[in-house]
């Protein structure tokens, strides 16, 4: 049989919508630029995906988790670096108007070239800065400007302390949050891959200097075990280095893991050996010591971190793209999303054969007994296979028919999505075969 993955972004873009997985944020007013809306199966989805992460995380010993609040104190974007460096250079076009980042742009004979246009005629680079603004409190002045977070890092920072004391952790350890972030970003676009509104999942780890680059490279196998146990296909990932300029000026180190979308290779993920730079900031800014007393050493000194970054709805993303897949031809085509059962919206659909009302209630009933413990769909409507083929573009991994036999013998017909292979279990045993075979995938 004949298999196909995906082929263009805009394919993706229209099943989501088409299965209430992604809508266009405000579309009944002509929509809002660059925000999505995570339906009913993109929000379970969504969900399913930080739950991975989190667990991956926050269930090894030396990780705890964190959730701290979007609005920060304006000096902690001091201490980053945010309020003074965190911009794009942008250009004018003088002949078609079109606005541009200039590091994105093609130069010619030395000049920045319009990528609409192709003009050559410029205004100079202005500094554009990405963090959205607000004000705190009803009179809006520069006194009580606050910024919405651009990244979920610096919450971690300034409670290196709280954490560390509360929890007794000792050095080695790691603080996991996943969370909202805003960024006024100027070319936004690709559905939900570069967005202004968007969730990161951030984990520092802070480790003694002198061991960061063991650590570090720890951290690029753990990340890269992590995407092959969530089932990528793992020609369509690679690390990407970071040299030279591409090197932020505090990093001592920067890999990205990349995926192959279908526009294109593009960062999923970033990992990063940021040195002792946040906390010397933060101990500046703050004026509050923030180094570590190693007790069994007696030693005393500022942990060096070790970051992983990666955006959720870019994994959601990079997710979709992966697991899709077209089979065979004309009537026989189906779509698959070939999701691990941890992360597909719905793990088992019941599917009742007829509307009758015997079979509505004994499937009722079945589905009420499993709803207790796995994310489940009830489809009664139109033909078999067309409930399957529904249930295959959403990813559901298993379909349990139940059928006028099933009021005699007990037994129902549990349908695979991938192998599309069949078998009747008894209603006794359904639980027990179920939970054996989403552990299978
Ligand atoms: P980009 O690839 O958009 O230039 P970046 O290098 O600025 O991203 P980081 O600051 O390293 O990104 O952020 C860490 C991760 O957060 C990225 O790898 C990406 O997955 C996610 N992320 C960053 N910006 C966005 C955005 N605007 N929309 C969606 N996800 C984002």
Redesign the pocket.
Known sequence: MSTQPLKDLSTLVSLAKRRGFVFQSSEIYGGLNSCWDYGPLGAQFKLNVKMTWWKAMTRRPEIVGLDAAILMHPQVWKASGHVDGFSDPLVDCKACKNRFREDHAQKKDGKTQCPRCGSLETTEAREFNLMFKTHMGPVADEGNTVYLR??TAQGIYVNFENVASSMRKKIPFGIAQIGK?F?N?IT?GNF?????E???M?MQYFVKPGTDEEWFNTWKETRWNFYKTLGFNQDKLRFHEHVGNELAHYAKAAF?VEYEFPFGW?????I?NRGDFDLSQHQKFSGKKLEYFDEANKEKYLPYVIET???????ALAILCDAYREEGEDKDKRVVLGLKPQLAPIKVAFLPLSKKEELQSLSQKIYADFAEDYEVDYDESGSIGKRYRRQDEIGTPLCVTIDFDSLEDQKVTVRHRDAMTQDRVSLDQLKTYVDHKLREF
């Open positions: 651009p990244e972030s960024r970003e936004p939900i891959f570069r967005t202004r968007f969730e990161q951030e990205d593009s960062e999923l993920e970033g990063h970054a990666v955006g959720c709805d870019r994994l």
